[in-house]
């Protein structure tokens, strides 16, 4: 590993020196253990614990083959669907291992005891397999999770409707949360230059889901003049969906639960923020009834932020907790848009105020290759900023999904893997030097937190 190391620190190395650098027989990376998907039976989610789950083995290199990349990981993220692998809800990742493994022999590789963990990278491309010609050993590339065969033309539009789609290191092994990962290349992305390994390595899967979910038209469409309604508007998605409401010439109002995460909306640009923990918000009564009274008070404070009027679009994902006050709230004609359900998929809601009011639910998951591409170029052209608050090593890839987990992070937690330090791997200064204080945001406000919390 050392070479390979080597190799990428050299400024003077060539994609000669990358082709013919000796790979290892195994490498280190973050895994699950399939006998243990039980760990947790019994435990209510808080109490699941990543630490106890996911482990740093060392793991024998897969095999490589057509289309694909073998990439020397730099750095990584944590996602949320760590955080799901690693608690085993809302199901064991390892059903979604053997049934990729029954797919062909090729696939066949993913079908192992471990879960290598992991949906984002940023690293340098060490080989590629027969039939690529658009990458090269030496590349440096950012990677995108989605992973499809395309053999069905459901998929030829849009391709996130193959039916043999996947989330790269969730649905299949080899992920990112590594010292080395396999991909398809054609999740491979040019990485932009101006960020350093790990700020490189943070957007992907937020950023192209955010970017499918609020601005493709295959999600919400959203357009100038819109007012979005973003929960969780510091998280992970949130951060991006506020970044792109702020470029698009929307208007966000972010949702959020402190007045630190509210200082980083603030930070970010948007002006209307609702702290729903200083406010109190409670749409449930009791586990089966919600209070439309309380909807009324939110979207009160809604109109009150903005001068009178509705969102045209929520960016939905907490799901059963907030999903009857979302569709309440949206203008008539307006969108809810969402991608997933944190505090519990059975949603209900009074659909008397969707359909007299002709509004829209839509359903968004992840993007598809172009979208995924165009938030990528976003972010390379410093239009689109990642918000990188934290970094941990390899081994505390448990600490920091137990962090996410608790709801104790902002934006997005990254990971070193084969960095040696962080700060490595800017290529285009200038660029940087431009966007400096945007890039450094969330990491200045989370130290600044965590200051103010030690002086307290
Ligand atoms: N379908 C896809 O392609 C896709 C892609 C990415 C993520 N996801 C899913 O989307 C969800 C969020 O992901 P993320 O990366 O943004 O996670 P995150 O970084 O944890 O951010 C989510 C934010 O949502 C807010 N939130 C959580 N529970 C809430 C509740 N009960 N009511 C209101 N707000 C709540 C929290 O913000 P405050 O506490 O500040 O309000 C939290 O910071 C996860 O379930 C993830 O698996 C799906």
Redesign the pocket.
């Known amino acids: 590993m050392k070479e390979i190391l080597d190799a990428i620190l050299s400024s003077d190395s060539t994609s000669a020196d990358f082709a013919n650098v000796k790979l290892p027989e195994s490498y280190r990376a973050v895994t699950l253990h399939k006998d243990e998907e039980q760990m947790f039976a019994g435990l209510a989610s808080r109490d699941k614990d990543p630490r106890r789950s996911l482990h740093l083995d060392d793991v024998p290199l897969p095999e490589l083959g057509p289309g694909e990349a073998l990439v020397a990981v730099m750095a990584s993220a944590v996602?949320?669907?760590t955080?799901?692998s690693s608690i085993f809800e809302p199901v064991s990742t390892f059903g979604f291992l053997e049934r990729y493994g029954r797919l062909s022999p090729l696939t066949k590789r993913h079908d192992l005891p471990y879960h290598v963990l992991g949906s984002d990278l940023a690293g340098v491309v060490l080989r590629t397999g027969a039939g690529v010609n658009a990458w090269k050993p030496g590349d440096e590339v950012v990677a995108h999770c989605l992973s499809v065969e395309l053999e069905s033309s459901d998929g030829h539009n849009d391709t996130m409707m193959d039916p043999e789609q996947r989330?790269w290191g969730f649905e299949t092994n080899f992920g990112g949360l590594a010292q080395l990962a396999l991909v398809k290349t054609n999740q491979l992305m040019p990485k932009p230059a101006h960020l350093t390994w790990e700020e490189a390595a943070s957007p992907g899967?937020?950023n192209s889901?955010a970017y499918r979910?609020l601005v493709s038209r295959n999600g919400a469409g959203m357009k100038q003049g819109d007012n979005v309604l973003i929960?969780?508007?510091?998280?992970?998605?949130?951060?991006y969906a506020t970044q792109y409401a702020l470029a698009g010439g929307a208007t966000p109002i972010c949702?959020?639960?402190?007045p630190e995460?509210a200082e980083v909306c603030r930070a970010m640009g948007a002006e209307a923020i609702i702290d729903?923990?200083a406010e109190g918000y409670r749409f449930w009564k009791d586990e089966q009834n919600q209070d439309p009274r309380e909807w009324k008070r939110f979207g009160g404070r809604i109109r009150e932020l903005t001068g009178g009027e509705d969102v045209d679009i929520v960016f939905e994902?907490?799901?059963?907790?907030?999903f009857g006050a979302s569709v309440y709230v949206t203008r008539k004609g307006g969108t809810i848009v969402t991608?997933?359900?944190?505090?519990g998929y059975m949603h209900q809601y009074d659909n008397r105020y969707l359909w007299m009011s002709l509004k829209k639910i839509v359903g968004?998951?992840?993007?598809n290759y172009r979208e995924a591409w165009e938030a990528n170029r976003l972010v390379a052209k410093g239009r689109i900023h990642p918000t990188l608050s934290k970094v941990y090593s390899l081994e505390q890839t448990g600490q920091a999904s137990l962090d996410?987990h608790q709801?104790r992070?902002?934006?997005?937690v990254g990971v070193l893997c084969l960095a040696p330090e962080e700060g490595l791997g800017v290529r285009d200064a200038e660029l940087r030097a431009e966007h400096l204080p945007s890039i450094n945001l969330f990491r200045e406000l989370d130290e600044r937190s965590v200051q103010t919390s030690r002086d307290l």
């Open positions: 996602n949320y669907n955080v799901w989330i899967l937020v889901t979910q929960w969780g508007a510091s998280g992970g998605l949130g951060s949702v959020v639960s402190s995460k729903r923990s994902h907490p799901g059963r907790e907030t991608c997933a359900s944190t505090s968004s998951h992840f993007a996410v709801n992070h902002q934006g997005k």
